[in-house]
Protein backbone atom coordinates (compact mmCIF):
# COMPACT_ATOMS: atom_id res chain seq x y z
CA UNK A 1 0.00 0.00 0.00
CA UNK A 2 1.73 3.54 -0.90
CA UNK A 3 1.05 6.38 1.24
CA UNK A 4 -1.24 8.62 0.04
CA UNK A 5 0.51 12.22 -1.18
CA UNK A 6 0.65 15.24 1.27
CA UNK A 7 -1.97 18.02 0.68
CA UNK A 8 0.42 20.33 1.54
CA UNK A 9 4.65 20.15 0.75
CA UNK A 10 7.24 22.49 2.13
CA UNK A 11 10.10 22.76 0.39
CA UNK A 12 13.42 24.61 1.53
CA UNK A 13 11.45 27.46 2.86
CA UNK A 14 13.09 30.45 4.30
CA UNK A 15 11.66 34.12 4.76
CA UNK A 16 14.12 36.72 5.63
CA UNK A 17 12.91 40.45 7.02
CA UNK A 18 15.20 43.25 6.86
CA UNK A 19 16.56 44.47 10.26
CA UNK A 20 18.76 47.52 11.68
CA UNK A 21 21.60 45.18 11.43
CA UNK A 22 21.32 43.54 7.91
CA UNK A 23 19.37 40.62 6.71
CA UNK A 24 17.50 38.18 9.23
CA UNK A 25 16.53 34.64 8.35
CA UNK A 26 13.02 34.16 10.54
CA UNK A 27 12.26 30.59 8.77
CA UNK A 28 15.22 29.04 7.61
CA UNK A 29 15.27 25.95 4.65
CA UNK A 30 11.87 24.19 6.27
CA UNK A 31 11.11 21.27 4.65
CA UNK A 32 7.72 18.87 5.65
CA UNK A 33 5.15 17.09 4.03
CA UNK A 34 1.41 17.46 5.72
CA UNK A 35 -1.25 14.86 5.07
CA UNK A 36 -4.92 15.64 4.73
CA UNK A 37 -7.36 15.83 7.77
CA UNK A 38 -4.22 16.10 10.09
CA UNK A 39 -3.82 18.13 12.82
CA UNK A 40 -0.18 19.78 13.43
CA UNK A 41 0.90 21.58 16.55
CA UNK A 42 4.35 23.67 15.88
CA UNK A 43 6.54 23.77 18.90
CA UNK A 44 9.66 26.36 19.49
CA UNK A 45 11.01 28.52 22.31
CA UNK A 46 9.87 32.26 21.44
CA UNK A 47 11.41 34.04 18.66
CA UNK A 48 11.97 30.52 17.29
CA UNK A 49 9.68 31.35 13.51
CA UNK A 50 6.55 28.90 14.73
CA UNK A 51 4.25 32.28 13.55
CA UNK A 52 6.31 33.05 10.60
CA UNK A 53 6.24 30.23 9.47
CA UNK A 54 2.49 29.97 9.43
CA UNK A 55 2.11 33.31 8.38
CA UNK A 56 3.84 31.80 5.31
CA UNK A 57 2.09 29.23 5.09
CA UNK A 58 -1.02 30.96 4.79
CA UNK A 59 0.06 33.38 3.02
CA UNK A 60 0.03 36.57 5.35
CA UNK A 61 3.30 36.82 4.67
CA UNK A 62 5.61 35.72 0.82
CA UNK A 63 8.55 33.34 1.55
CA UNK A 64 11.62 34.79 0.39
CA UNK A 65 12.53 31.55 -1.06
CA UNK A 66 11.80 28.04 -1.49
CA UNK A 67 8.16 26.12 -2.94
CA UNK A 68 5.29 25.46 -1.43
CA UNK A 69 2.88 23.02 -3.27
CA UNK A 70 -0.65 22.52 -2.23
CA UNK A 71 -3.21 19.60 -3.80
CA UNK A 72 -0.14 19.85 -6.22
CA UNK A 73 0.34 22.96 -7.64
CA UNK A 74 2.15 26.25 -6.29
CA UNK A 75 0.15 27.69 -3.54
CA UNK A 76 1.22 31.24 -5.39
CA UNK A 77 -1.32 30.73 -8.26
CA UNK A 78 -4.16 30.03 -5.98
CA UNK A 79 -6.13 33.18 -4.74
CA UNK A 80 -5.12 33.62 -1.11
CA UNK A 81 -9.02 33.22 0.20
CA UNK A 82 -9.63 29.87 -1.51
CA UNK A 83 -5.95 28.61 -0.07
CA UNK A 84 -7.10 30.03 3.39
CA UNK A 85 -10.60 28.06 2.99
CA UNK A 86 -8.65 25.21 3.04
CA UNK A 87 -5.51 26.10 5.48
CA UNK A 88 -6.75 27.23 8.22
CA UNK A 89 -4.40 27.82 12.26
CA UNK A 90 -5.33 29.16 14.80
CA UNK A 91 -3.68 32.10 16.37
CA UNK A 92 -2.10 32.33 19.53
CA UNK A 93 -4.14 34.94 21.06
CA UNK A 94 -7.94 34.29 20.09
CA UNK A 95 -9.77 36.55 18.25
CA UNK A 96 -13.60 36.74 17.73
CA UNK A 97 -15.75 39.32 15.73
CA UNK A 98 -18.30 41.58 17.01
CA UNK A 99 -21.81 39.96 17.30
CA UNK A 100 -23.02 36.89 19.57
CA UNK A 101 -21.44 33.47 20.21
CA UNK A 102 -24.09 32.17 17.14
CA UNK A 103 -22.43 34.53 14.81
CA UNK A 104 -19.45 33.85 15.42
CA UNK A 105 -20.12 29.85 14.71
CA UNK A 106 -21.57 31.09 11.65
CA UNK A 107 -18.90 33.33 10.50
CA UNK A 108 -17.64 30.37 8.06
CA UNK A 109 -21.44 28.70 7.23
CA UNK A 110 -23.84 30.84 7.85
CA UNK A 111 -26.46 28.24 6.74
CA UNK A 112 -26.19 26.60 10.29
CA UNK A 113 -29.46 26.48 11.98
CA UNK A 114 -30.03 27.08 15.75
CA UNK A 115 -29.85 23.71 16.90
CA UNK A 116 -26.50 22.74 14.97
CA UNK A 117 -24.71 25.96 16.21
CA UNK A 118 -25.86 24.66 19.84
CA UNK A 119 -25.04 20.81 18.85
CA UNK A 120 -21.18 22.62 17.87
CA UNK A 121 -21.49 24.93 20.58
CA UNK A 122 -22.08 21.68 22.90
CA UNK A 123 -18.46 19.84 21.46
CA UNK A 124 -16.80 22.43 22.76
CA UNK A 125 -18.22 22.14 26.35
CA UNK A 126 -19.53 26.07 25.61
CA UNK A 127 -22.97 26.39 27.45
CA UNK A 128 -25.18 26.46 24.32
CA UNK A 129 -28.01 28.44 26.41
CA UNK A 130 -25.02 31.28 25.94
CA UNK A 131 -25.03 31.31 22.00
CA UNK A 132 -27.16 34.64 22.02
CA UNK A 133 -24.29 36.52 24.31
CA UNK A 134 -22.17 39.01 22.55
CA UNK A 135 -18.75 38.18 22.28
CA UNK A 136 -17.48 41.30 24.53
CA UNK A 137 -19.04 39.05 27.81
CA UNK A 138 -16.49 36.28 27.24
CA UNK A 139 -13.37 35.64 28.92
CA UNK A 140 -9.85 34.49 26.71
CA UNK A 141 -10.45 31.13 27.81
CA UNK A 142 -13.68 31.04 26.59
CA UNK A 143 -12.58 32.70 23.36
CA UNK A 144 -10.21 30.25 22.86
CA UNK A 145 -12.15 27.81 23.26
CA UNK A 146 -14.84 28.68 20.45
CA UNK A 147 -12.23 29.09 18.17
CA UNK A 148 -12.50 25.63 16.09
CA UNK A 149 -15.48 25.09 14.93
CA UNK A 150 -15.42 27.61 12.57
CA UNK A 151 -12.14 25.63 10.60
CA UNK A 152 -13.89 22.65 10.21
CA UNK A 153 -14.41 21.42 6.65
CA UNK A 154 -18.04 22.15 5.60
CA UNK A 155 -18.88 18.52 4.99
CA UNK A 156 -18.14 17.78 8.72
CA UNK A 157 -20.67 20.69 10.06
Not at 31 to 55: C, D, N, Q
Not at 91 to 102: D, E, I, N, R
Request: glycine residues 6%; proline residues 8%; aromatic residues 8%.
Amino acid sequence: MTAPSPVLEVRHLTREVCTDTGRLKIVDDFSYSFAEAKIYTVLGPSGAGKSSLLRVLNRLDEPTSGEIIFDGQDYRTLPPCRLRCKVGYLFQTPHLFAGSVADNVRFAHPELTDERVSELLTLTSFKSERKDEPTDNLSVGESSGLRWPVFWPPNQL
